[in-house]
């Protein structure tokens, strides 16, 4: 424990003061010392800074024999000089994080189990459409069984890219592999397109031949099944997150993941799609020359389906490019960092996303000379996180130059 400064001391005599000196190795006074007992202003404005967090005051571990004592000056007057005992260890208060706030990531574990369960109740469920739709001939059957295909192939696919998205950073992938969600929902996406563009053509030149046969009975107790099975799914999949506005980017609760939530749009979908095949097995079983309104229905409900998928691919891309993540107002994250006192500028302010639900930042601060750098980017640390929850958090601390009002790369964007 050192004592320095050319501030005074204060204590009860010069001999106790020696005294002590002596006995304690690990105290140690430097700049000899101008012994004035009247002052002890130096010693508790210092700051102790530990593994246990930090303390106003001065302290150290003093060991004789038969005792273990904690020096600490709090006022200079107790036993010996400054000397009180104490217990042996440190307040215990809240840490700093040393770079970085813990990651909650379990939110994939339950994506994980909600897109199995939904996996299984789809496969098994595609089986008997897919019987449905042969026995009874209908084209919206085998629409909804195709339909149920395609989802099924995105379940797998949101699966391995959670397992994937799971795997630790490599330095080839110093970020990890979060992005393989985004991939996976954007392939789903387009893989349903596909699949929907081809039914549309079929029901099309079903509607213009009507050369076609169907079994009411069938029909209606398959899509009635249908309806059923895709309620189901539905709320297995369903999330309760919901966003705060106004520029925070955390939800109460947990986050949405980007694959649940492109699977429970997809469900959104089948059961749309599934009931209108029950109503239109319902008109067809009791009106059965009304037969066309099976192709029809079709065409109809697989344009909802396209429209229902969009919202998925806009964020997926927004993600790959780099734009700024939903909830997440530049201009507010730049206040933030202005509103810390000592800070005179932000500039290379980046914010991205790496998936959906986790975001990153990096930003540089010029702060005014003599402010305290580590001080600066505690706080700024502290209050940007409390706030927005980043994934990723880069910030870069420089003294402020009258050259950076002129600097275009130091300029934020304009809109």
């Keep these: 424990m050192v004592f320095t400064n050319n501030r005074k001391l204060k204590g009860t005599n010069e001999s106790d ?13 430097v700049d000899p010392p101008q012994i004035h007992f009247d002052d002890c ?20 571990t003093v060991t004789s024999p038969g005792a273990h004592r904690v020096v600490f000056c709090v006022h200079g007057k107790a036993q ?42 789809c496969v098994m469920f595609m089986i008997a459409e897919v019987i449905g739709g042969v026995l009874s001939g209908s084209l919206a059957i085998a629409t909804d069984a195709a339909h149920l295909l395609t989802d099924f192939a995105s379940f797998m696919i949101s ?7 799971s795997r630790p950073p490599t330095r080839q992938m110093s970020f990890g592999w979060y992005r393989a969600e985004v991939i996976g ?23 213009l ?20 099975v895709t309620l189901v799914m539905g709320l297995s999949l369903h999330q309760h997150g919901h966003s705060h506005g106004g520029g925070s980017s955390h939800s109460h609760g947990e986050k949405e993941n980007i694959n649940v939530r492109a699977a429970f749009i997809h469900v959104i979908g089948d059961f749309i799609q ?3 095949v029950f109503v239109a097995a319902l008109v067809i079983y009791y009106k059965p020359s009304w037969r066309i309104v099976d192709p029809i229905c079709t065409f109809l409900f697989s344009v909802l389906v396209l429209g229902t998928t969009f919202s998925i691919l806009r964020d997926a891309l927004q993600v790959l490019m780099e734009g700024m993540p939903r909830g997440v107002d530049f ?19 980046r914010v991205w996303a790496l998936s959906l639900d986790k975001t990153a930042l990096s930003a540089h601060l010029a702060i005014r000379p003599g402010a305290s750098p580590q001080e600066i980017l505690k706080l700024a640390t502290r209050n940007v996180h409390d706030k927005y929850h980043f994934f990723e958090m880069t910030l870069q601390i420089e003294e402020f130059r009258e050259d950076m009002e002129d600097c275009n790369q130091c300029k934020p964007p304009l809109n």
Excluded at 17 to 29: A, E, G, N
Excluded at 41 to 60: C, F, I, W
């Design 159 to 165: 699966l391995f890219s959670l397992w994937v998205a």
């Design 41 to 60: 202003d130096l010693l508790h404005s210092r700051e102790y800074s530990g593994t246990s967090g930090s303390l106003t005051g001065s302290y150290g």
């Design 331 to 349: 201009l507010e994250v730049m206040n933030t960092f202005l509103r810390i006192d000592g800070v005179v500028r932000v500039h290379n302010l």
């Design 17 to 29: 003061l020696q005294r002590l000196l002596d006995d304690v190795p690990d105290l140690i006074v």
């Design 80 to 121: 010996a000089i400054c000397c009180g005992e104490l217990p042996p260890e440190p307040p215990i208060m809240d840490p700093e994080p040393h770079c970085h706030f813990t990651r909650k990531e379990g939110i994939d574990k339950k994506a994980r189990r909600k897109l199995i369960i939904a996996s299984t109740l």
């Design 274 to 276: 599934s009931f209108g």
């Design 185 to 207: 929902a954007v392939t789903s996406v387009l893989l349903i397109w596909v699949v929907t563009g081809i039914l549309v053509y079929m029901a099309v030149l079903r509607i």
């Design 209 to 228: 031949y009507e050369d076609f046969e169907i079994d009411a009975t069938i029909m209606l107790i398959t899509s009635g099944l249908g309806v059923g």
